[in-house]
């Protein structure tokens, strides 16, 4: 029997079935084994960023507050401050390196903005010698930062030599690494690519949260030098201006010995309602 033309035309070809991709195929067709955006759910899903701030916020008070009392010879354990208080003696150490943090991250968020629109206005296929090369080059600088952070740790006198560069070739050189990575399995697996099998996404996850961590610990390293700085350098300062602060006395029902510059100590007539016969003075009074 002969096919009228209406059907002949709405048959589909022999040999070519036609068939519409599912939503979920159109999704996996449509992006690489790991997108950027995946990989930040998956960093703040790890690491919340309040939770984090907070801890920061309360470990650099403790460390200014404690290298502060340090320089006087009084552990800070003993002058009983809250978890407030300690918040609000972070501030003043904050300001500098959050605003340097703040800007460097705008910084690579402009950069990321700009390798993205390069990434779509490239053709497809396999990525030029000249990308590669580059590619390789943020690896082999990530990879050097990092290990001179390792080496900061194997080795404490670097650390201590040089202010504040350990921690930051580690957590930098974390993050320039896992951003060659990702540039490379990027122009190698580029969305809408058909054919070929991409990479796992599993190992890509897990070393995202593996550089997620050692982000977070470079950052509390940093805080550390850069509070324990801040607090002896207020301590310093503190004492070379002692002279033309207020001055305080001390009473006590005993004697208490205390020696040092602009010290006096007296003693008040013994009497009915005496209690505390001994004041100690200091600087300015």
Same mark, same amino acid.
């Given at each position: 029997m002969r096919a009228s033309p209406t059907e002949?035309?709405?048959?589909? /070809?022999?040999?070519? /079935?036609? &068939?519409?991709?599912? %939503?979920? %195929?159109?999704? *996996? @067709?449509?992006? /690489?084994?790991?997108?950027?955006?995946?990989?930040?759910?998956?960093? &703040?899903?790890?690491? @919340?960023?309040? &939770?984090?701030?907070? *801890?920061?916020?309360?470990?650099? %008070?403790?460390?200014? &507050?404690? @290298?502060l009392f340090q320089y006087f010879g009084v552990d800070a354990t003993a002058l009983g401050l809250t978890t407030q208080d300690y918040l609000l003696r972070s501030t003043e150490a904050l300001y500098v390196p959050l605003g340097t943090l703040l800007v460097v991250g705008l910084a690579g968020v402009w950069a990321h903005g700009q390798v993205e629109a390069w990434l779509a206005g490239r053709r497809r296929g396999e990525p030029s010698r000249r990308t590669a090369v580059a590619v390789a080059a943020v690896g082999v600088v990530g990879l050097a930062l990092f290990a001179r952070g390792v080496a900061g740790v194997a080795v404490p006198r670097l650390s201590h030599d040089a202010f504040l560069v350990s921690p930051v070739c580690l957590g930098l050189g974390a993050i320039l690494g896992a951003y060659a990575q990702w540039l490379w399995r990027r122009l190698r697996w580029p969305p809408g690519r058909r054919g070929g099998a991409s990479p796992p996404r599993w190992p890509g996850l897990v070393g995202l949260g593996l550089v997620a961590m050692l982000v977070v610990l470079s950052l509390f390293w940093a805080a550390t030098d850069y509070a324990r700085a801040y607090g002896r350098g207020r301590a310093v300062a503190y004492a070379r201006d002692l002279a033309v602060r207020p001055g305080v006395v001390a009473y006590s029902a005993e004697r208490l010995f205390l020696q040092g510059p602009g010290v006096r100590e007296a003693a008040l007539p013994a009497g009915q309602h005496a209690s505390y016969r001994y004041p100690t003075a200091g600087c300015g009074c």
């Open positions: 002949s035309r709405h048959r589909p /070809p022999l040999g070519r /079935p036609r &068939t519409q991709p599912s %939503g979920h %195929g159109r999704a *996996a @067709a449509q992006r /690489p084994g790991l997108t950027l955006e995946r990989a930040l759910q998956v960093l &703040t899903a790890i690491v @919340a960023p309040t &939770t984090v701030l907070t *801890a920061l916020l309360f470990y650099v %008070g403790w460390i200014r &507050t404690n @290298a």
